[in-house]
């Protein structure tokens, strides 16, 4: 269970007075806004009747005829106890509003900051893992196997290979043990692992009906083996081998690179183009869904198909060589080392980008991997919702980068602002490098 889930648990208990209300079922009712969050709240749920009846699991019809309605008292009567019951949880509510039908809450945006940025930098390792061991648990253990192709040097190869990388990488951050093994039967019913199969779709019809034909094998093999079908790549080349497209994607870089920079062959620019060149392929492979087929036909020759890897590789690049500064800076007397974390006041970040960044990207960063793997029993795994919330931190990261001065004048009224933010930025870059590193992309430090 994410921090997340057990607020939605917490708020579904305070609506529903019900100790057996589930924090599944509270994620279909009890909402995490993404933007706006100074006008909508951070988190809303509806206050009709209907919408928590269909989330109420129990078949009671005396629970469920309890529910009349569920404000029972004022609206203001109503807030104050709700931000009252949330002062023993992690997250606290400072603000509840109504609109419509519909309940707004604000977060006490200092106390979230200071609570929960201290687990991200301080638990670095293991933040981000969702899912916890349980004895009882059939499906701790995974063993991820690559149907291999005739031609391993193939397009389809290569995104095979990468699908089967990515999810065991999404399942050990998740918190799931997971190796690329293959294991006989008896291992897979005495050990506890369930086999995934990641093979490649048929040629022959279309991908929606050929991704199903190929799931319906899960239904009727062992209930320990999962099939993952991955889509083929279409090109206007064919035989082009996927190191062939590598280097394509890294010419182009270069070729970037020497209108900017001028003809600059040096071997540090042609290192970076080759990183860059083979993450623009990584992640034009994953930010498709694993059984769509990729077209690159249209795409080979357009300068667009290589913004994304480009753009994310960019601002990491950006945030990395600000932090180094800050450090620079540090090491030659012009700030101060940086406090302690109990000494930094979190009540100084003001940017709605900040808390942004924050509560959408780095407290919501366990439920994306929840989100990534949670279809893993059907066959269906989405690791291209990995490549959106780069993309999107990215974007909003660099509008805050060109809005906001961070690297201020030494000043009394400007340095603890700035502490505040480098901890935020500090964690910020740990989500960063954790989702690239799941990802098999190398980040830069500059570019």
Not at 68 to 74: A, G, M, P, R
Not at 171 to 198: C, H, I, Q
Not at 379 to 390: D, E, K, Q, V, Y
Not at 419 to 434: T, V
Request: glycine content about 4%; charged content about 25%.
């Amino acid at each position: 269970m994410t921090q997340l889930d057990e607020l939605f648990e917490q708020i579904g208990k305070f609506v529903l007075k019900q100790a057996d209300f589930t924090f599944m079922r509270a994620q279909t009712i009890v909402k995490q806004h993404t933007e706006k969050l100074s006008q909508i709240g951070d988190i809303a749920f509806p206050i009709t009747v209907q919408p928590w009846l269909n989330a109420i699991e129990t078949n009671s019809a005396e629970s469920r005829n309890d529910l009349k309605q569920i404000i029972n008292e004022s609206e203001t009567e109503f807030a104050r106890k709700l931000c009252e019951a949330s002062t023993e949880w992690m997250f606290h509510i400072e603000m509840v509003k109504f609109s419509e039908f519909r309940c707004l809450l604000f977060l006490n945006r200092p106390k979230c900051y200071s609570d929960f940025l201290k687990t991200v930098l301080y638990d670095d390792a293991s933040y981000g893992q969702w899912h916890h061991h349980n004895t009882n648990d059939d499906n701790t253990n995974y063993a991820v196997e690559v149907v291999k192709q005739s031609n391993d040097n193939s397009l389809v190869a290569h995104r095979l290979q990468l699908i089967t990388k990515v999810l065991i990488n999404l399942l050990r951050s998740s918190g799931f043990e997971a190796n690329a093994a293959k294991f006989d039967v008896n291992s897979l019913e005495n050990n506890n692992l369930t086999e995934v199969l990641v093979k490649s779709a048929r040629r022959d019809g279309g991908k929606r009906a050929n991704r199903q034909s190929e799931l319906e094998l899960n239904n009727n093999a062992n209930r320990k083996s999962i099939t993952i079908i991955c889509g083929n790549v279409t090109i206007c080349r064919p035989g082009l081998t996927a190191d062939d497209f590598i280097r394509l994607r890294s010419l182009e870089m270069e070729k970037t690179a020497e209108l900017k920079h001028g003809h600059n062959k040096e071997n540090v620019i042609i290192d970076k183009c080759q990183k860059l060149g083979a993450a623009t392929v990584t992640f034009d492979f994953l930010k498709i869904k694993h059984f769509n087929t990729i077209n690159f036909e249209k795409s080979m020759t357009t300068p667009s198909t290589i913004k994304g890897a480009a753009f994310i590789l960019y601002n990491v690049a950006r945030l990395q060589t600000l932090l180094a500064s800050f450090d620079h800076q540090v090491a030659r007397g012009f700030y101060d080392p940086l406090p302690k974390f109990d000494q930094i006041d979190f009540g100084l970040l003001k940017e709605e980008e900040e808390w942004q960044m924050f509560f959408v990207y780095i407290v919501g960063y366990p439920n994306l991997l929840e989100r990534c793997i949670s279809g893993i029993g059907t066959g269906n795994i989405a690791i291209h919702l990995l490549c959106t919330f780069l993309s999107n931190l990215s974007a909003l990261f660099s509008v805050y980068y060109h809005r906001v001065k961070i690297l201020t004048d030494n000043l009394p009224q400007l340095v603890p602002v700035l502490y505040a933010r480098i901890y935020l930025l500090k964690a910020l870059r740990s989500i960063f490098l954790k989702a690239l590193a799941i990802l098999e992309i190398e980040s830069l430090d500059q570019m």
